[in-house]
């Protein structure tokens, strides 16, 4: 292994605290011997360059490090837009077209390591976890912006760059085994993004227990009271499309086990998970059963409400009288009408109407009358005061023409 030269590209600085010296486009393996190879790749593709190298044994018998650049489609994090303008700003902020070739090498490597650890655990992320994942990488981003650099700008890069790393493995360690299917029971049938092509795609949950039915949730309430059927389960929010409850049920109580579909009866078929039923009776109690269906009729989640009405101690349950029935043909009862009574009754009824009609117009009349004459009555005392005025306004007029005439005699 002595004096062999391990050729890579785009490294143009030196490391002097390392036994292999990079001078222009080569290392060169210094005077300790007992450094392996291996640690030396490692070496360069964390702190060097990110590419990813590949030892090879040339027909000379020399080994070298050849890149293999990885051109995948971008990570979770970069899925996000900003996250991806926050590196670009990074990179052009550089002081040189090397330390930004050098800074775009670090950020590429990075997302070939964003997507081993999504890959790693399903490779899926849904919008939330996104979110949260992309704010902290953001704030952690702006704190190293805003701290005085103590090492090379690329050594500092790396670093930023494994930080978020670790923040997406965080946040997808939380997501995968609770939130990825948080149906313990149900169908779910839910929107994710993939993390390698950045793209939604549907993602099915199947029931854990095999079947839809989630259980019986018994119910009591008391005679003219209310129930509250709440069917709701917060992992129905992440349900695709638009599905609605049915409501259904069977009176009295029965076996559920023994039913069958054509023994319930539709209630209400509603977007709301919850429904009350208020006024209770006794003859209410019953099996209720909610359904969580698709607009196809696809059956994400179900379950039953037995409900028990307890009679009330404080009502009096008096029973309804019926009233006997009279004999078929009873002639004489005042309540069968017969067409000698109805001629003379409708006779009534229309000379009642007619002069009820009568009497109104003449009422209407006279009152019309009444109106017009104090009309009139207000019209006339108003001309004779107009009148009167004019008479006291002309008096002083003629009082002084008079006056004039005698002067000028």
């Not at 990079?22 to 030396?40: D, H, L, P, T, Y």
């Not at 052009?92 to 655990?121: C, F, H």
């Not at 409900?307 to 404080?314: E, F, G, N, W």
Request: hydrophobic letters at 35%.
């Amino acid at each position: 292994m002595e004096g062999f030269m391990l050729t890579i590209l785009n490294v143009t600085f030196r490391l002097f605290y390392f036994p292999y010296q990079i001078v222009g486009a080569s290392v060169v393996r210094g005077n300790n011997s007992n450094i392996k190879f291996a640690e030396v790749k490692r070496f360069i593709q964390l702190v060097v360059n990110v590419t990813v190298f590949d030892l090879v044994t040339t027909t000379t018998g020399v080994h070298c490090l050849t890149s293999r650049t990885d051109h995948r489609a971008r990570a979770c994090l970069q899925c996000d837009r900003s996250i991806r303008m926050m590196h670009e700003d990074f990179i052009l902020s550089a002081p040189t077209l090397q330390d930004q070739l050098n800074l775009q090498s670090i950020r590429d490597q990075a997302y070939v390591t964003y997507i081993e650890t999504s890959q790693e655990r399903k490779g899926l992320i849904d919008p939330t976890t996104l979110y949260r994942a992309k704010t902290e990488y953001q704030s952690e981003f702006d704190r190293f912006l805003k701290t005085k650099l103590t090492g090379s700008v690329t050594f500092e890069a790396i670093q930023i760059m494994e930080k978020g790393r670790k923040i997406l493995e965080k946040h997808l360690d939380a997501f995968i085994p609770s939130e990825l299917c948080p149906n313990i029971c149900g169908l779910l049938i839910r929107r994710v993004m993939d993390c390698v092509s950045c793209r939604y795609k549907v993602y099915i949950c199947p029931s854990p227990t095999g079947q839809q039915d989630c259980g019986e949730y018994p119910v009591q309430a008391e005679e003219g009271g209310q129930a509250l059927l709440n069917c709701f389960l917060p992992w129905h929010r992440l349900l695709l499309g638009r599905p609605e409850y049915h409501y259904s049920w069977v009176p009295g109580a029965s076996d559920i086990d023994k039913m069958n579909e054509s023994d319930f009866s539709v209630l209400i078929v509603t977007e709301d998970s919850s429904i009350v039923l208020n006024q209770l009776r006794l003859d209410e109690e019953g099996t209720y059963r909610c359904s969580l269906q698709a607009q196809n009729g696809t059956i994400f989640y179900q379950a039953t409400f037995p409900l028990t009405v307890i009679p009330s101690p404080h009502q009096t349950h008096w029973p309804l009288v019926t009233l006997p029935s009279l004999p078929h043909g009873d002639s004489y009862s005042p309540f069968q009408p017969t067409g000698a009574l109805l001629v003379p009754l409708i006779t009534v009824v229309t000379a009642l109407t007619l002069t009820a009609s009568v009497g109104l117009a003449v009422v209407l009349r006279v009152m019309m009358n009444q109106q017009r004459t104090a009309t009139e009555l207000r019209r006339r005392r108003k001309e004779e005061n107009g009148t009167e005025n004019m008479t006291e306004m002309n008096s002083p007029a003629e009082s002084a023409m008079s006056f004039l005439e005698i002067t000028w005699k």
